[in-house]
């Protein structure tokens, strides 16, 4: 099994910033991609940033120029610096993991969750 471990939410004002962490562990062969979803009271979960173990990333149009998304190989953690956080930003957000386990199953899994609320 895989597992991933989120931290990083909070709440911060309008234009602050916040850093998330998320880091997968268990029977872990390879991780083919890593990535941040978020999801707002009645919307549905949407991607906000996804990386590829070949580096290729994705972004929302709505958080292009604002979030970052960084990725540590070694560590099997994956960051979303997220930068002039609006109140539309407000959400749970959940990392998620795709790749094959040391028996070469695919895996596609969730965090639990973090909460990022923007308010003043």
């Known amino acids: 099994q895989v597992q991933l471990e989120e931290s990083g939410g909070g709440v911060v004002q309008p234009g602050g910033s916040l850093r998330l962490s998320c880091t997968a562990s268990g029977s872990i062969f390879s991780i083919n991609a890593m990535g941040w979803y978020r999801q707002a009271p009645g919307n549905e979960r949407a991607l906000v940033a996804r990386?590829?173990?070949?580096?290729?990333?994705d972004y929302a149009d709505s958080v292009k120029d604002r979030f970052i998304i960084l990725r540590d190989y070694i560590k099997n953690t994956v960051y979303l610096q997220m930068n002039s956080l609006q109140p539309d930003d407000t959400a749970v957000y959940y990392c998620?993991?795709?790749?094959?386990?040391?028996?070469?199953?695919?895996?596609?899994?969730w965090g639990h969750g973090t909460q990022v609320a923007v308010s003043s």
């Open positions: 998620n993991a795709l790749g094959y386990t040391q028996v070469r199953e695919v895996y596609d899994v």
């Open positions: 990386i590829t173990s070949g580096g290729s990333i």
